[in-house]
């Protein structure tokens, strides 16, 4: 899987929740694409499960009815 290929969900540019996975990815050299920008890990979380998008959220931030893998 080349993550520069898939399409991300993520907190809004320049806010904090965004700022790690912006670094990782210049860190790397890599590009991802941001299709769809939200404060709400739920609706992140609800864009994953309907397999639409990926996204990288730190574990503490996941709700732990949400903590199992999905499909």
Do not use: C
């Not at 899987?1 to 890599?30: C, I, K, Y």
């Not at 499960?49 to 999905?70: C, G, Q, Y």
């Amino acid at each position: 899987m080349n993550l520069a290929d898939e399409t991300f969900v993520d907190f809004p540019a320049g806010t904090p929740g965004r700022a790690p996975s912006d670094r990782a990815f210049e860190a790397a050299g890599g590009h991802r694409k941001v299709v769809f920008e939200a404060m709400s890990i739920e609706l992140m979380l609800g864009l994953v499960r309907h397999n639409l998008v990926i996204t990288l959220l730190s574990p503490a931030a996941v709700p732990a009815t949400h903590a199992a893998p999905f499909p």
